[in-house]
């Protein structure tokens, strides 16, 4: 929340927004393959620590350069481009050891993805009232000091938790190309997978926009950063309690179905919040958004454990991350000219449309029964 809003700030236009977003995804698009070499390699735990460390660092650096100069969306760009950089791989990293913590807590594996995927959204429900709250009362620049010290809390938590990895054999070292795109090859070799990455990429491309540019756009002219901060703290929220209601729907309904429910509720709920309703109503749908969306990244996650092999599935998970980065990076500027040029009402109309269309593409596609086959590893 605070980069966009610190973009928007700074320049007036959700163009520049776009901008930042787009250009502050490229490393992660890039790193992506690399990454997930890395986690593969040497480990999923001792890489977290790291990555958090680095981002700590980086956090720290925008009030410190904001302190000493004049700070520009330029100066703004880089610096969330340097953040950007280190961060790639520790969702990563902390996905693939999902199976190896869960072994040890003896749960399965849709039980921990659940638990796992309500905690990390749980940080999406509480991270953007705090970013609001921050940005209020300490300014948008402090806040990311803010950002630093929950950084290095993240990564100190990693110290006590021991859990036995399985490494990569090196059998592929002659080949550091082959061995960091391997995760293209079994993603294409891996029906389900690839159908669950389509309904990933559908979000990535069309709806993410509507948090980072859409949104932000709406609550800057009308000077409200509370409520964008509490809508989207509501939203996740809401995930929080879908992802934790994945393992019981995951025992009465075919993974096809929760996948179909998850599509065209987010689509269903966008359709009604374009129209920038009252903040009770943006409230409610945005709160059957998220419940909707819930379900998606701990049913992604088990898929992925399951039908790949350990020893790659840091660099298929990374791919994940992968669109996830360069999503944005192709729709964030052209909603931001879109919201400057058309308005944010239109731009949200069109967009809440081509979710409806992507949703019914992706669910009524003759791969969806892929997913339900019971060819898993493990």
């Not at 948090?211 to 800057?220: A, C, I, S």
Request: hydrophobic letters at 55%.
């Amino acid at each position: 929340m605070a980069f966009p809003w610190l973009a928007i700030e700074l320049t007036g236009s959700a163009t520049s927004a776009g901008l930042l977003v787009t250009i502050t995804s490229i490393p992660g698009l890039l790193l992506a393959p690399v990454m997930g070499s890395i986690v593969d390699k040497f480990g999923r735990r001792k890489t977290i620590i790291w990555i958090e460390a680095a981002c700590a660092l980086v956090a720290a650096l925008i009030p410190f350069v904001a302190g000493i100069w004049v700070m520009t969306l330029p100066i703004l760009i880089a610096l969330g481009t340097a953040r950007s950089a280190v961060a790639a791989g520790a969702t990563t990293a902390r996905k693939a050891f999902v199976p190896d913590v869960a072994r040890v807590g003896k749960l399965s594996l849709e039980r921990a993805n659940s638990i796992h995927e309500a905690v990390f959204s749980s940080g999406f429900a509480v991270g953007p009232a705090v970013a609001a709250i921050c940005i209020g009362w300490l300014g948008p620049y402090n806040t990311f000091y803010v950002v630093a010290l929950f950084s290095l809390l993240a990564g100190l938590l990693m110290l006590p938790i021991k859990a036995k990895e399985h490494y990569e054999d090196h059998e592929d070292d002659h080949s550091m190309f082959r061995f960091a795109f391997e995760g293209f090859y079994v993603l294409f070799k891996t029906p389900s997978v690839l159908m669950l990455m389509l309904g990933i990429m559908t979000f990535a491309l069309i709806y993410l926009p509507t948090e980072m540019v859409v949104l932000p756009k709406f609550y800057n002219l009308i000077s409200e950063p509370q409520q964008l901060g509490f809508l989207l703290s509501i939203m996740a929220g809401f995930t929080v309690i879908g992802s934790l209601l994945f393992e019981r729907l995951s025992k009465k309904f075919k993974y096809t179905t929760i996948f179909r429910i998850t599509l065209l509720g987010v689509a269903g709920c966008m359709v009604p919040m374009s129209f920038l309703l009252d903040y009770g109503w943006m409230l409610f749908f945005g709160a059957l958004l998220g419940l909707a969306w819930g379900p998606l990244p701990p049913l992604l996650n088990t898929v992925i454990q399951r039908k790949v092999a350990p020893s790659k599935r840091g660099r298929v998970f990374s791919l994940e991350m992968a669109i996830w980065s360069g999503g944005p990076m192709m729709s964030m500027i052209p909603v931001g000219l879109a919201v400057d040029g058309l308005g944010v009402a239109n731009t949200y109309k069109i967009l809440a449309l081509l979710v409806v269309v992507a949703a019914l593409f992706v669910t009524l596609s003759r791969h969806m029964k892929e997913i339900n086959k019971a060819d898993f590893q493990a």
